[in-house]
């Protein structure tokens, strides 16, 4: 199709992470309001999203959906190296999800809208955020052997 001849997956991530800048400005511009994945998700599950509920399940249905488009189209999905440990990848999406309650925001809200604005706490977050990652991939590859 038309992303099969693409000789590197690099590109998806470019046109993945043009997609998001896309989306955060136009969100931005538009109604006035920072993209923040995890807590359009968020308000959905806490039933805090009031009159935004039907702009962030939407966003959230993007975001299901556009893989499964992808595939449904025919095109190659980028590969992975995500674990087939269940138990791994579960536990791994429960502590995204504190780590995001508890940083106020994920990456999509400090690292593309945060640092873009210069906030001062999304760069810190976005930091913290890549230490945090960087120390648990080290314990968990090389000090549990679980991935």
């Known amino acids: 199709m038309m992303f099969g001849a693409i000789p590197s997956d690099w590109l998806f991530g470019l046109l993945g992470g043009l997609m998001i800048g896309t ?8 109604n006035g309001r920072i993209m923040g994945a995890s807590g359009l998700l968020g308000s959905l599950v806490d039933g ?3 009159r935004q509920w039907l702009d962030n399940a939407a966003f ?19 590969s992975t190296n995500v674990t087939g ?17 508890l940083g106020n925001g994920c990456t999509s809200g400090h690292g593309v809208c945060g640092i873009s604005r210069l906030s001062p706490r999304g760069i810190i977050a976005t930091l913290v955020y890549l230490g945090a990652g960087g120390l648990t991939m080290l314990i968990a590859r090389h000090g549990l052997e679980v991935i």
């Not at 989306?23 to 538009?30: D, H, K, Q, Y």
Request: charged fraction near 5%; hydrophobic fraction near 70%.
């Open 48 to 50: 805090s999203a009031g």
């Open 23 to 30: 989306a955060a400005a136009i969100l931005l511009l538009i």
């Open 85 to 101: 440990n269940w138990l791994v990848i579960v536990l791994g999406g429960l502590l995204v999800g504190f780590g995001t309650r």
């Open 60 to 78: 959230v249905a993007g975001v299901v959906l556009a893989p499964a488009l992808i595939v449904w189209l025919g095109m190659r999905a980028p």
